[in-house]
Every structure is written in structure tokens, then in C-alpha cells.
């Protein structure tokens, strides 16, 4: 009797369990982390994670979480989350700084497979968090622009960058990896201007839930 008991117990267990894996996807349980401290203020990603609500199954949303922002910058603070779903990478990315465009004129936002021209805001929702400290960023991205993904497909390869452009750099348009790799190249860093979350490989899955 006290064994069938046990395995009645494993059992609840486990089943308790699985959901936890299934459905990550907050603040607190991130697909993507990365420490704080190793970029500028505004390029600091802390982490990010993925998201949906079954009242719009027809979304998925994403949180950038970095170590603060500010909204009027006259540079520009860019924000890149990636994943691959089905062995075709997908990508989101978010621009703040005063000359962008979109909500407010201050925030411009695209997603879409990796590789191929897109066309700007595809109706992507912008919500901001706090301006200071932990500021987020999330975007609320139509499912049909990112592979209209449906229930249990598994997002990959998660991962995050963030860079900075100057007002300087900003006006001369230098990509942030471009600049990575000139400044790796003549033997300085790139000034913090850049970071990537995690530091090396991926973050976890994300599990399509509706």
C-alpha cells in the first residue's frame, strides 16, 4: 500500500512539474538572463522573456528588461531579440531615441525572419515600462509576421542584444556589430556600447501555448 502511495505521489509530482517547463515566460522564471554590469546603462540587458494571453491567442509578446532607459536620448538605444522556430530564424528588434519613429516618435519597431526586408511597426504593440531603473520594453508581435506559430511549436536559440549609438554615430549610421569588430580589430573594446544576453550560447526554449 505505502509503495502504491509513493507512486501516486511521484506522479502528482511530475505532473506538476511539466507545466513549469511548458510555460515559462515571466519576470521571474526568463527565457533570457544575462549578468548586470558588463554595458552602459541603457544597453544592459538583465533579461527577457517570452509570452502570450489566451484572450489574443493571435500575439506573442516579448519583455526587454535592461538596466535603464531614457526616452529622449538624442542617439538612439537598439534592442534585438532572436529565436529559431522550425529551422527558420526569426527576430524582433526595437529602436528608442528621440529622431525614431513609431509611438510617441520616439520608439520604432520591426520582426520578421532574419535576412529578409521588412517593413516598419507591421502594427506591433510598444508598451514601456519604468523609464529608470529596470526599464522594459515589451512588444506585442501578430503571430502571421513571425511564421504563425500554433500551439506547441518550440522557439529556439533565444537570445538578446542591445547596443548604443551615439548623436555622433547616430548621424554616421555605424551598425553596432560593424563597430564591434573595428574596434575589436584596432585593439580597444567597443566601449560598452554593446551587449549580448547570455554572454555566450542561448537562453531557454519558449513553448508556443495557443
Not at 145 to 158: E, N, V
Request: glycine share 10%; charged share 15%; with cysteine.
Amino acid at each position: 500500500m505505502k509503495r502504491i502511495v509513493g507512486i501516486f505521489v511521484c506522479m502528482l509530482l511530475i505532473l506538476m512539474l511539466l507545466p513549469i517547463s511548458a510555460i515559462a515566460g515571466d519576470e521571474t522564471h526568463p527565457e533570457i538572463s544575462d549578468k548586470t554590469g558588463d554595458a552602459r546603462f541603457a544597453t544592459d540587458i538583465q533579461k527577457a522573456w517570452f509570452f502570450e494571453n489566451s484572450t489574443t491567442p493571435d500575439y506573442l509578446s516579448i519583455t526587454i528588461q535592461v538596466r535603464g532607459f531614457h526616452i529622449n536620448y538624442y542617439g538612439a538605444d537598439l534592442y534585438d531579440v532572436y529565436w529559431t522556430m522550425n529551422n527558420v530564424n526569426y527576430f524582433l528588434f526595437a529602436g528608442l531615441g528621440i529622431y525614431m519613429n513609431g509611438a510617441g516618435g520616439r520608439v520604432s519597431t520591426t520582426a520578421g525572419i532574419v535576412g529578409i526586408d521588412t517593413n516598419w511597426n507591421y502594427n506591433i504593440t510598444v508598451s514601456l515600462g519604468q523609464l529608470g531603473m529596470n526599464g522594459t520594453i515589451t512588444c506585442k508581435i501578430p503571430k502571421s509576421i513571425i511564421g504563425s506559430p500554433h500551439t506547441g511549436d518550440i522557439l529556439t536559440k533565444t537570445n538578446a542584444w542591445a547596443s548604443q549609438r551615439t548623436p555622433l554615430m547616430a548621424k554616421i549610421g555605424w551598425d553596432a556589430l560593424f563597430r564591434d569588430w573595428l574596434f575589436r580589430h584596432l585593439g580597444i573594446n567597443s566601449l560598452n556600447l554593446i551587449d549580448f544576453a547570455p554572454d555566450s550560447g542561448y537562453g531557454s526554449d519558449y513553448i508556443i501555448q495557443y
